[in-house]
């Protein structure tokens, strides 16, 4: 009896990482569509200047594009996670600093449009990214002594 549930539960936590897998990847394919669509709009529609286009571009792909490595790092810890193979933390933390180098950058992008940079922001953000970087490079030294 017992075998019947193990193997119930495994078929289960099967079903859930193919169910997440999936998810995450339509989240990627998305984003990439929800890019191409936005430069072929802004080229569309755009009444402005040509260094204001420019501007839009490189705010466009830079955002999406940062948006794609956040979802893909997700994407890996959810596999290593049901994989078993122990490396999910690095992936989160890389999430994580992705996510918030994407933040600043917005911010940057945004600032260019409004004139007005918060710069308390950036600073606290830039601080959570060396914390996180710290964090990471920690846990990876560790699984380098681990592996000797």
Do not use: C, H, P, W
């Not at 286009?53 to 940062?66: A, C, G, K």
């Not at 004139?115 to 950036?122: G, V």
Request: charged share 15%; glycine share 2%; no cysteine.
């Amino acid at each position: 009896m017992n075998y019947r549930f193990e193997n119930l539960d495994k078929k289960l936590i099967n079903a859930i990482t193919v169910l997440l897998k999936i998810l995450l990847l339509a989240a990627f394919i998305a984003v990439i569509v929800y890019m191409i669509i936005a430069i072929y709009n802004s080229v569309l529609y755009y009444k402005g200047s040509g260094e204001n286009i420019l501007y839009t571009f490189i705010d466009i792909i830079v955002e999406n594009s940062l948006l794609a490595v956040v979802i893909f790092e997700i994407y890996e810890s959810v596999s290593d996670f049901f994989d078993g193979t122990g490396k999910t933390v690095q992936y989160i933390l890389n999430a994580a600093i992705s996510f918030s180098a994407r933040e600043i950058l917005l911010i940057i992008f945004q600032a260019k449009f409004s004139s007005a940079i918060e710069f308390n922001e950036i600073i606290s953000i830039s601080v959570l990214i060396v914390a996180l970087s710290f964090s990471s490079f920690i846990i990876s030294r560790q699984n380098i002594k681990k592996t000797q």
